[in-house]
């Protein structure tokens, strides 16, 4: 890693099988100090990589190697993809792409050349992942609260760029109570799309409030069902689009046996088409209830609310914690001594005294 991009060190191939259980010691190695006994799988490991840590990204990097193979262009899936989205440039992925990036990163789709991939597209890709699976969580449990304040950007940044997959948002446009702020935000968002470097920090607050107000309007006015329609067609785009690099493959063999195999043009490839075989499967998504911990996991049963046992002994012990620091509270407010309190709930007396100095700094 070199300048916040990842060069390839050797033409050599090295083989795995991504779909393999993976080893407690690799899981180890590669979130490092994030590591809790948690169940990945190479798709769920990606997705919980940790964004604002490039040595855990290189670290995975090292272990499966490059997300997609940067010399790769196929001509029909490029023609596709600029004659689908009308887009003239856009930076591009095995079976992902994106054109929300500011003018200096953007480069003609014809003048790749060979190079190593920038360290923020993992970022983005992960980022993107994990708006996938909200996406998911919020069609599956029909709750459009689970949808984080970028997601919520995106579905009518997407809208804005002519994608023919969101026309859901035209039902929202003819609502007398919502057409005026949204026309405005799309308003906001078309002068964002064609001059970002005029855009303010300010502005791009101004708007995600803006955003904010009409997803609040559009649950008053119960129209969840329309705002989940959005979910599921951006959704299906994202995979139709990530499953691009997945082929069915068919084998025989001289005494007529048949073998049925897939093949992917890349590990993102492979990696989109073990998440599009959780959802057909069904599998529950769902965010680690310990506050402290950022990883979604795939719930084995309905009523498991973290990722590991570690992240639910911590949780519990973080409760405990908040219970005795407001009864501690509460007793210093009717006069009790530190030292009183620390007696009464069985606790170090210096720990007390910090509550009670932040309680008292905040009055």
């Not at 970022?123 to 984080?148: C, F, G, N, P």
């Not at 109570?177 to 855009?199: A, G, M, P, R, Y």
């Not at 959704?235 to 195999?261: Q, R, W, Y």
Request: aromatic share 12%; with cysteine.
């Amino acid at each position: 890693m070199k300048e916040n991009v990842i060069y390839p060190v050797s033409d050599e191939v090295e083989y795995y099988d991504p779909f393999s259980k993976m080893e407690t010691g690799v899981l180890k190695e590669i979130l490092g100090k994030d590591y809790v006994e948690v169940d990945f799988d190479v798709h769920t490991l990606f997705l919980n990589l940790n964004a604002k840590d490039p040595e855990q990204i290189y670290r995975f990097v090292q272990n499966y190697g490059l997300l997609y193979n940067p010399l790769f262009m196929d001509e029909e899936l490029q023609k596709d993809l600029i004659h689908q989205y009308s887009l003239k440039q856009l930076r591009y992925r095995i079976g992902i792409f994106s054109n929300f990036y500011s003018e200096e990163e953007l480069f003609l789709i014809s003048s790749i050349v060979n190079r190593g991939i920038y360290l923020k597209e993992f970022q983005q890709e992960i980022a993107r992942l994990r708006m996938v699976v909200e996406l998911y969580r919020v069609i599956k449990e029909h709750d459009i609260s689970i949808l984080t304040e970028n997601t919520r950007f995106m579905l009518f940044y997407e809208y804005n760029l002519g994608h023919w997959t969101l026309q859901p948002v035209k039902d929202l446009l003819q609502h007398p109570k919502l057409k005026k702020k949204l026309t405005s935000i799309l308003s906001q968002i078309e002068k964002l799309h064609t001059n970002k470097k005029d855009f303010s920090r300010q502005q791009f607050e101004s708007l995600l409030n803006d955003i904010d107000e009409i997803f609040s309007a559009i649950i008053d006015l119960k129209l969840e069902e329309t705002f989940i329609e959005m979910c599921i067609v951006y959704l299906e785009a994202i995979m139709e689009t990530g499953l691009k690099g997945v082929s069915p493959k068919i084998s025989f063999d001289i005494n007529g046996s048949i073998d049925h195999t897939w093949t992917f043009s890349s590990l993102l490839a492979a990696i989109y088409f073990m998440v599009h075989q959780d959802f057909v499967a069904g599998k529950r998504y769902k965010h680690c209830k310990n506050p402290n911990c950022h990883h979604i996991f795939i719930a084995k049963a309905k009523n498991n609310n973290y990722c590991s046992p570690q992240c639910q002994t911590r949780a519990k012990t973080a409760r405990e914690r908040a219970r005795k620091k407001a009864k501690a509270i509460h007793l210093y407010e009717q006069g009790r001594s530190i030292e009183e309190i620390a007696r009464e709930l069985k606790i170090e007396p210096e720990r007390v005294r910090s509550w009670i100095n932040k309680y008292e700094a905040d009055r």
